[in-house]
């Protein structure tokens, strides 16, 4: 059954309103506030090719995401190609921390794909730390204290993590400070308006999604990169497993690291079986 109002008829009934303009604009405003924060915040490029065709609008400057996979995957070519050309295209400083390569290495890493890191380094568009994991007493608040100061100092908005590498520390009894530690240390970047990328390492034929089995809980953004095999050669493939706040593909879709670092394609071009479980 339809039910018809006739609002002429009621406005003549009741007269008109007196304050019709100052609903108006209390209701303009209370749409405004009702609006996703996601829409207001600015929005950040990966700077990959292929990347951020599976986020056409970007993520929120804040994010926290996660890379994982297993060895030799690429994710820290990844985090670090990201933050080379966020520098080169958009101007933005990145921090690197490093907790198993040296600084050295990761420079060399970029000079294989033809990026001149030590360049950066020099304008302070990217500034690398080495953090030695199992030599630093206190780690988790060392860690925070050495991130919160370096980005202040370059004025940083975006930072890498490199590696969530898991710890016997965060076993047992000390699992839920592990997971306090990092969640404080997630929301303080937040805070500060700074994009984070976290790579975590799994081991081969595992499930899980990060080091300790947590970390995807409380970061925005899940990156996983697969290397699977395939007759006799292995394939890499990545997805999009969550992106808060933001509208991003849902497939498998290959990629290769290439002569100037990752370029992802489309889905036609994939001959990883999503089945597989090998990653």
């Not at 985090?79 to 921390?97: D, F, N, P, T, W």
């Not at 630093?136 to 993590?161: C, H, P, Q």
Request: glycine share 6%.
């Amino acid at each position: 059954m339809s039910i018809f109002i006739d609002r002429e008829r009621i406005k003549s009934a009741i007269g008109p309103s007196k304050n019709t303009k100052e609903i108006k604009e209390n209701k303009a405003k209370k749409n405004l506030r009702e609006l996703p924060l996601a829409s207001k915040s600015r929005r950040i490029q990966f700077g990959i090719p292929g990347l951020d065709a599976l986020v056409k609008d970007g993520v929120p400057s804040d994010s926290s995401i996660l890379i994982s996979g297993v060895a030799g995957t690429g994710k820290s070519i990844l985090a670090l190609q990201s933050i080379y050309y966020s520098a080169l295209k958009y101007g933005e400083r990145s921090v690197y921390i490093t907790t198993d390569e040296s600084i050295e290495s990761i420079r060399k890493t970029g000079e294989l794909f033809g990026w001149n890191i030590a360049s950066m380094e020099k304008k302070n568009m990217i500034r690398i730390i080495f953090k030695d994991i199992y030599e630093i007493k206190n780690f988790s608040k060392s860690l925070a204290g050495d991130i919160y100061y370096n980005l202040k100092e370059i004025k940083a908005t975006r930072m890498v993590l490199d590696s969530v590498s898991q710890r016997e520390s965060c076993a047992g009894s000390e699992r839920e400070e592990c997971r306090k530690l990092f969640s404080d240390l997630v929301n303080r970047l937040k805070s500060e308006g700074c994009a984070s990328f976290v790579i975590s390492d799994i081991p081969f034929g595992s499930s899980k999604l990060s080091a300790n089995g947590f970390e995807e809980f409380i970061v925005d953004g899940i990156i996983l990169l697969h290397r699977t095999k395939i007759n006799n050669r292995r394939e890499r493939a990545i997805e999009i497993l969550k992106m808060r706040h933001t509208r991003h593909d849902n497939m498998l879709h290959p990629f290769e690291i290439g002569p100037a670092g990752i370029v992802i394609y489309s889905r036609d071009h994939i001959r990883v079986e999503p089945t597989d479980t090998s990653i």
